[in-house]
């Protein structure tokens, strides 16, 4: 079994990722680590290479606001009519939202 290069954790509360560029919510993260995150989309599903401006924003919480640029490495159907699985990795993000991320990371563990 091959071993993750960074922990992967779920969100307490309800994170969209919303579209920078146009404020359409992409999809909710089911997990995130320091590199990527995972996300559960409807309908506007996004394409394996495509890269997207994103705003993650926990609607709960409040424990999470980043904006960070990301491309979808992978997507499958998920059970639930028109649901899809995405997996993203971050590419692009600055050195004040890395620490946020960092610090909500350290959230989740605890």
Known sequence: MQKRAHERLSPRSTVQAINSLDGRAL?????????????????????????????????????????????CLWQEEASASNSYWSGFQIIDISNSNREQLQRYLKILKT
């Open 27 to 71: 999809g909710v993260l089911v997990n995130i680590s320091k590199s990527g995150f995972m996300l559960l989309s409807e309908e506007e599903h996004p394409v394996p290479g495509s890269i997207h401006q994103l705003q993650l924003l926990d609607l709960g919480n409040h424990d999470l606001d980043i904006s960070l640029g990301a491309t």
